[in-house]
């Protein structure tokens, strides 16, 4: 009887045991790590898979190891040539040393956003307006080299940054717009004055040529004057060029019959 009583009584505790030492199996993703403590101390990461902690001595901070992709909210900043505007951004990070993103920053996810945040500031204010609107590209690429350097201590590597929108205010709108147009009309002046002085510089090269042939100068003028017959008018011009006025007028005098002497 007090055999079974003791078993009875050793039952709870061999329980309590076995479920104490079950409480110490974890499991990690594919994506996750395990940065353990042995009573406060780093000892290494674990995972993925299967792997044991010893209760009660060891704990762990689980850190996903995936791209996180974060907005920065909406900046008023100023730009270089002190024009205001409004910049957000989104930035791609994600953690490639587990350990150092838990020992080296209390809170990795608020530091690299706030790193992102001043350097997106600090960038837009060494860059003039035009820069920022015709250069976004490489401006992106220098705002993610800024951002990587500063996270690089901390475990964390900067894939991407990208400036989604540019607000800028109504009446740099209206300027731009004027602008623009502006050169556009400059453009189609420009385009004009080489048409017209192109075709100056033609005639003056037919010119010469018909100088230097009258049979051409007449041709010219009878196509003249096809091209107006076939337009509708009532009312069509010939131009007859003086030297066949002078020869018809000679041959005239030539046929002419002459008078009897007195």
Known sequence: MGQFLTSAAA???????????????????????????????????????????????????RIDQRTNTVTIEQQETITKDSVTIKVNAVLWYRITEPARAVLAVADYKSAVYQVALTSLRNIIGQHALDEVLKERDAINTKLATIVDGATTPWGVKVELVEMKDVEIPESMQRAMAREAEAVREKRARLIKADAESEAAIKLVDAAKQIATS?????????????????????????????????????????????????
């Open 11 to 61: 039952f709870p505790v061999v329980v309590l045991l076995l479920v104490l030492i079950a409480s110490g199996l974890r499991v990690a993703q594919e994506y996750e790590r395990a940065v353990v403590f042995f009573l406060g101390r780093h000892v290494g990461q674990r995972g993925p898979g299967l792997f044991y902690l010893i209760p009660l001595l060891e704990r762990m901070v």
């Open 214 to 262: 009258p049979a051409a100068l007449e041709l010219r003028r009878m196509q003249m004057v096809s091209e107006v017959g076939a337009e509708n008018n009532t009312t069509t011009i010939v131009l007859i060029p003086s030297e066949f006025v002078n020869a018809a007028a000679a041959i005239g005098r030539t046929n002419a019959p002459t008078s009897p002497a007195a």
